[in-house]
């Protein structure tokens, strides 16, 4: 693949990121999103011929509240992108790919940090997700570009295990729209919260929507092992 320098994706992140963290409002399921369908039982569970690889890091609390160490499962021959500021592991031929797959962690209460008020926090954020994957350009001033809607097929959308919840997406957009700006994609959202705790990890992942078959089930697996 020809090698060319990431871009468009970081500044797709960083505008991703920013939305979902600082939504603080649910709403009905946004037009053009799916529910969760049978064909991906299968990426419950991780792909026994798939290697995931343990790592531990620091993430800081939010409010200035410390910090916390974090246990992780990542894909063999992934590694840390410093580049970011954020904590971000990607594969070590990330350059290669004009859309790299990556998966992010990070810590926030997503609204009042009362330990009481973070379960519902985490439900308004994932709702804040589907919103925001479903309308690609917000508020541009370009009534054209904010008429855009991308078709958000849901793959996954559960609770698992008492303290953990996850959300896995198809990203997909009408033909005639350009590939390179309106990417194809997957994306898996995995929150984390203990009971008490006044904050959740958040992890992240995602990849280009041609490398479904060989990644979606060892991210969700990797985003599914996130504890701390």
């Given at each position: ?14 505008l ?54 974090v246990k ?39 609204g ?5 008020a ?111």
């Amino acid at each position: 693949m020809t090698k060319r320098v990431p871009m468009i994706y970081l500044c797709m992140l960083a505008l991703t990121t920013c939305l979902f963290l600082l939504t603080g409002c649910g709403g009905d399921q946004a037009p053009g999103t799916d529910t969760a369908e049978t064909e991906v039982e299968a990426s419950k569970e991780a792909d026994p011929n798939v290697t995931l690889q343990e790592e531990s890091f620091v993430l800081e609390l939010p409010m200035n509240k410390g910090v916390r160490t974090v246990k992780a499962q990542i894909p063999q021959e992934w590694m840390r992108n410093t580049d970011f500021g954020s904590v971000v592991f990607q594969p070590e031929n990330k350059d290669d790919f004009f859309y790299p797959p990556m998966i992010q962690y990070t810590t926030t209460c997503g609204g009042s940090c009362e330990a009481a008020a973070i379960p519902a926090n985490i439900e308004k954020a994932i709702q804040g997700i589907k919103d925001t994957l479903t309308r690609p350009n917000i508020n541009t001033g370009d009534a054209e570009l904010d008429a855009v809607r991308a078709e958000v097929k849901v793959l996954l959308d559960e609770r698992f295990e008492e303290d953990g919840w996850i959300l896995a997406a198809a990203v997909t957009y009408a033909e005639e729209l350009s590939s390179a700006r309106y990417i194809p994609r997957i994306v898996i959202h995995a929150f984390r919260h203990h009971s008490g705790d006044e904050f959740f990890i958040q992890t992240t992942a995602h990849a280009s929507l041609d490398q479904k078959d060989a990644l979606l089930t060892v991210l969700t697996a990797a985003c599914r092992a996130t504890n701390y």
